[in-house]
Antibody, heavy 121, light 108 residues
Framework: EVQLLESGGGLVQPGGSLRVSCAASGFTFRNYAMSWVRQAPGKGLEWISAISGSGGSTYYADSVKGRFTISRDNSKKTLYLRVNSLRDEDTAVYYC??????????????WGQGTLVTVSS | SYVLTQPPSVSVAPGQTARITCEGNNIGGKSVHWYQQKPGQAPVLVVYDDSDRPSGIPERLSGSNSGNTATLTINRVEAGDEADYYCQVWDSSSDHVVFGGGTKLTVL
């Protein structure tokens, strides 16, 4: 059974930084691309980043490019998202999601339960 | 950038058919995926590649895609189908995943 467990969310001041993680189990992690999707309170889903299975290809939404960095450690079966220069509008639940292939295809077959990042002074 | 447009809400009586649309420029040329999200829960994939269903998703849910409109159809709607539904595509011209704004399905 695929399991994705996010962690690392919390309260951060504007301009601050945070690293959220997603621990994966139940599948061969290195064989699948992964994505981060966020959802602001009461709002819809927003894709923010994706990474190929090898980590060699990364993609970012324009709203976070230059501030967020996606990475993965296949030996630890963990996906990361480093978030810098946080703004109020970055407040959201951050979900990690498993793609269907090693290359990013944009299909999120499985999702974690999410971790809440709150940006506030 | 590529834009997907969904109606904010759709209402249907139990036992009837709900149709949720997703409009995008020549969306028929892309693979469309649909997600169901209930309050307080993570999204769940319910239709992928326009019309395929993951295991465990009832046949009452189906998808189609042609021209500028993709549609998620839910037959014999049940109270448990009440949720937000999102369409999604991969835009190869920008290498971005794109979500529609979501549609809240209300079962009357």
């Amino acid at each position: 059974e695929v399991q994705l467990l996010e962690s690392g969310g919390g309260l951060v001041q504007p301009g601050g930084s945070l690293r959220v993680s997603c621990a994966a189990s139940g599948f061969t992690f290195r064989n699948y691309a992964m994505s981060w999707v966020r959802q602001a309170p009461g709002k819809g889903l927003e894709w923010i980043s994706a990474i190929s299975g090898s980590g060699g290809s990364t993609y970012y939404a324009d709203s976070v490019k230059g501030r967020f960095t996606i990475s993965r450690d296949n030996s630890k079966k963990t996906l990361y998202l480093r978030v810098n220069s946080l703004r109020d509008e970055d407040t959201a639940v951050y979900y990690c999601a498993k793609d269907r292939a090693v290359a990013v295809a944009g299909l999120s077959e499985d999702w974690g339960q999410g971790t809440l990042v709150t940006v506030s002074s | 950038s590529y834009v997907l447009t969904q109606p904010p809400s759709v209402s249907v009586a139990p036992g009837q058919t709900a149709r949720i649309t997703c409009e995008g420029n020549n969306i028929g040329g892309k693979s469309v995926h649909w997600y169901q999200q209930k309050p307080g829960q993570a999204p769940v994939l319910v239709v992928y590649d326009d019309s395929d269903r993951p295991s465990g998703i009832p046949e009452r849910l189906s998808g189609s895609n042609s021209g500028n409109t993709a549609t998620l159809t839910i037959n014999r709607v049940e109270a448990g189908d009440e949720a937000d539904y999102y369409c999604q595509v991969w835009d190869s011209s920008s290498d971005h995943v794109v979500f529609g704004g979501g549609t809240k399905l209300t079962v009357l």
